[in-house]
């Protein structure tokens, strides 16, 4: 008991600390002045990569399927969103309508890809998965009419901010401007994370949560005890799927353009998987503590780092093997293989025999 | 509108038609190689080796530093060729039989979900080692072998010395591979491992040993590809690993996984559709077309071409 109350408390401060880091007048200068590097830009996409973890751990962590193409549906959502905003074609909608129809076409498409591999077992679903996710990215890639192709869709214009938010976040000393106060997608990004974590927390202690669970344990018992494996697998794949779609939107609305369709390959539904291996599948906390590590060390540490050893001189050369962003597959693989040697439950491991959430 | 010297062709639609089957047959034959190891593999501990690919990289790296060596020592192109045909396969081999000892034994009894999640791993870290080794760009591979048409010039019809080295080298290695697995006593044993483990445990074979055994051939086999792949397409670079991974691996499983004559057959239809799809639709659709077939064929056929009519799995 309490160790879970010690847990919350953790979340708690972690998550009140989240909220006031962009608040504390001059902090962020004062950061980024000693690393060198302009960091509260990274935030947003940390916390959007957090969205899109939460989404592969509904397929991986709750129903412990192998979903290697979670990319895919990111781009997707990210090109719908491109379409529907762009100045070349005529829809141009609002941030909220994009958000909510890019959300429909990942989960549409997750939906489709789902039904033919109702049928398959582990090994053969993840190929599929990932024969899905280099499909969609040749196709984003080729359809340059309709994409842009190599050159993105751009640019995507900032959403509107409402008359009655104005007010109180001017008074919170935010600057109305997207492009030049990093803390506007910053709590923008922020929101929808908590709301998915909110979100899926429900979910877990629902009826479906539950089933999903069943599931992942023993998916002949729980056939057995009446569940509908075929449909549930497909509520899984379309919910993931939806939230990618919604994150990769967001990283579309944040980045301004629809970025390269080569960003959404293999590589990415690879680095979100390792997120999720290392801070423990189906635990929501730790999937986000994973993504903090994971893209705290590409985004964060590493260019910082690089940027402090060229500052004093310890890299004069420019050599790759003194820069900490070259090393970086080495240490995810590193810690991917020592994870599932010596800890294969991840660093916050997910508490079994309380899926109702309530715990003795 | 041709000479009478050489084959003759009613048209020019049919002389480009038998080009692209050649360029096809050779790539196939050279994914088959890749193939041959992931299916081995996965006949025996049920491994997706996502490594093997970039083992495979890891391979053209090495015969590219070593070639680079012998050839300045020596000089002479066919003895490069020689020693790289021998020495790749043993790096190859023995980096394999390690990743095995160190990483996927010890996960022998887990969830399916661990090695495979390692075999990624591993892959991330010959890719950074790979990044290393030869840089972030594409490098040459040198041409040690001249490039020439094997086939009379008026004929129409490309056959190149190193479309002969393909398969002069590879054709005699799967025959040996599968004299290796049907007759010699090893192979016995890998046939009955792949079965059943446990069975083959109580029946006196060392389990452990024949695992080791199947990654040291299935990493000699990537290694001469590796040499092939250099001698023939002339360009690596650290991120072609996976690609060609993915391509052999398509292969294995279209042959169904498991089966060694149908990882060959596999690789073969994959490099004739990848070479068809390159000339006769869209060379930037070839890679897509590529996995809507696999998705198809598991989708219907998830055993694979081959898979259900031999129960083998070695």
Same mark, same amino acid.
Request: aromatic content about 10%; glycine content about 12%; hydrophobic content about 50%.
């Given at each position: ?163 009655? !938010? ?155 093997? !003194? ?38 | 509108?041709?000479?009478?010297? @050489? ?39 049920? *491994? ?86 030869? @840089? ?128 060959? *057959? @596999? ?48």
């Amino acid at each position: 008991m309490s160790s879970g109350v010690l847990r919350k408390l953790a979340g708690l401060l972690v998550l009140a600390l989240v909220i006031t880091y962009p608040l504390i007048p001059g902090l962020n200068d004062k950061i980024e002045s000693m690393l060198g590097k302009k960091i509260g830009d990274s935030f947003p996409t940390i916390f959007i990569y957090g969205i899109l973890a939460l989404a592969l751990n509904v397929v991986v962590g709750y129903t412990g399927l192998l979903h290697l193409g979670i990319a895919a549906f990111f781009g997707i959502g990210a090109f719908t969103t491109g379409i529907l905003t762009v100045g070349q074609y005529p829809f141009q909608f609002g941030f909220l309508p994009v958000l909510v129809v890019s959300t429909m076409a990942a989960a549409l498409l997750g939906g489709i890809l789902c039904v033919p591999t109702l049928r398959l077992r582990g090994d053969y679903l993840a190929l599929v998965t990932l024969g899905f996710g280099l499909i969609t990215v040749t196709a984003l890639r080729n359809l340059q009419e309709i994409t842009g192709g190599m050159q993105t869709l751009n640019p995507i214009p900032p959403p509107k901010i409402p008359e009655i !938010l104005r007010c109180p976040l001017e008074s919170l000393g935010l600057t109305m401007s997207w492009t030049e106060d990093y803390r506007l997608f910053y709590y923008l990004t922020l929101g929808y994370l908590l709301l998915v974590f909110v979100f899926l927390r429900n979910l877990e202690h629902s009826r479906l949560g539950r089933a999903w669970v069943a599931l992942r344990e023993d998916e002949l018992a729980a056939t057995c005890m009446g569940l509908n494996a075929a449909r549930l697998k497909l509520l899984a794949f379309t919910l993931a799927a939806g939230l990618a779609g919604m994150a990769g939107s967001l990283y579309a609305t944040k980045m301004t353009n629809t970025t390269e369709p080569t960003r959404f390959d293999f590589q990415l539904s690879c680095t979100i998987l390792s997120c999720l291996i290392l801070g423990g599948l189906g635990n929501r906390t730790g999937v986000l503590l994973g993504v903090f590590l994971v893209a705290g060390y590409d985004f964060l540490f590493a260019p910082a780092a690089d940027a402090w050893l060229q500052r004093n001189d310890m890299n004069p050369n420019d050599k790759g093997y !003194l820069k900490f962003s070259m090393w970086n597959l080495m240490i995810f693989g590193l810690a991917l293989v020592l994870m599932m040697r010596f800890r294969s439950s991840g660093l916050l491991p997910k508490r079994r025999g309380t899926t109702t959430g309530k715990g003795a | 509108m041709t000479g009478l010297t @050489g084959l003759v062709f009613a048209s020019a639609d049919t002389q480009f038609f038998i080009n692209i089957c050649i360029t096809g047959l050779t790539t196939g034959f050279l994914y088959a190689l890749i193939a041959l190891g992931y299916t081995m593999v996965y006949g025996i501990v049920e *491994l997706i080796n996502f490594a093997h690919g970039d083992l495979f990289m890891l391979g053209c790296f090495f015969a590219l530093t070593l070639g680079g060596a012998v050839m300045a020592l020596t000089g002479s192109p066919m003895a490069t060729i020689a020693l790289m045909l021998l020495a790749t396969p043993v790096f190859c081999a023995f980096l394999n039989m390690l990743v095995d000892l160190t990483v996927y034994k010890a996960l022998r009894t887990a969830p399916k979900l661990a090695p495979l999640v390692s075999a990624i791993g591993v892959s991330f870290v010959f890719m950074n080692i790979g990044l290393f080794w030869g @840089g972030s760009q594409d490098v040459n591979f040198p041409g040690l072998i001249e490039e020439r048409n094997l086939l009379a010039e008026d004929s129409g019809l490309q056959f190149t010395t190193t479309d002969l080295l393909v398969i002069l080298v590879t054709a005699p290695v799967m025959i040996g591979l599968t004299i290796f697995v049907k007759s010699t006593s090893l192979g016995k044993a890998m046939r009955a491992t792949a079965q059943n483990p446990v069975a083959a445990q109580l029946m006196g074979i060392n389990v452990n040993r024949v695992i080791a055994a199947t990654f040291l051939i299935g990493g000699a086999l990537a290694g001469i590809a590796s040499v092939i792949y250099g001698l023939k397409i002339k360009t690596i670079g650290y991120q072609m690993g996976f690609q060609n991974g993915l391509y052999a691996f398509t292969a294995a499983v279209l042959g169904g996984i498991g089966n060694i004559p149908g990882a060959v *057959l @596999g690789a073969i239809v994959i490099g004739m559709v990848y070479s068809l799809a390159s000339a006769y639709i869209d060379a930037r659709w070839a890679t897509a077309m590529v996995f809507v077939i696999l998705i198809t064929i598991l989708v219907f056929r998830p055993t694979g071409l081959l898979g259900a009519r031999t129960r083998e799995k070695v």
